[in-house]
């Protein structure tokens, strides 16, 4: 199985970015789909954004459309969320996931997670 560490979260103004980090341990990071997820106070978690193995597929949620961008260095075993124009909304604890088996949204689907890192964006 895999273990995942993400890193990067932060206290930022409205308006400004953040770069995520997800460092993966255990077996071979490029064979596993990836996504980043958002759970805020008293809401359901939510998904945000996905990379397949390769990194030469993307989706994301469309309120993060065009502001966030996922990425993978597998050579580095390390996944990326990259997160600009943030809004106070964008408050969240953020996870990665990981998963073997479908390209998905759905965090049912993803057997392995991070701690989680908490990202809070003033106003």
């Known amino acids: 199985q895999v273990q995942l560490v993400e890193s990067g979260g932060d206290l930022v103004q409205a308006g400004g970015s953040l770069r995520l980090s997800c460092a993966a341990s255990?077996?071979?990071?490029?064979?596993?789909?990836m996504g980043w997820f958002r759970q805020a106070p008293g809401k359901e978690r939510e998904f945000v954004a996905r990379i397949n193995t390769r990194g030469t597929s993307t989706s994301y949620a469309g309120s993060v459309k065009g502001r966030f961008t996922i990425s993978r260095d597998n050579a580095k075993n390390t996944g990326y969320l990259q997160m600009d124009s943030l809004k106070p909304e964008d408050t969240a604890v953020y996870y990665c996931a990981a998963t073997l088996s479908i390209y998905t949204s759905q965090a049912r689907d993803y057997p392995y997670w991070g701690q989680g890192t908490q990202v809070t964006v003033s106003s």
């Open positions: 255990g077996r071979t990071f490029s064979s596993y789909n």
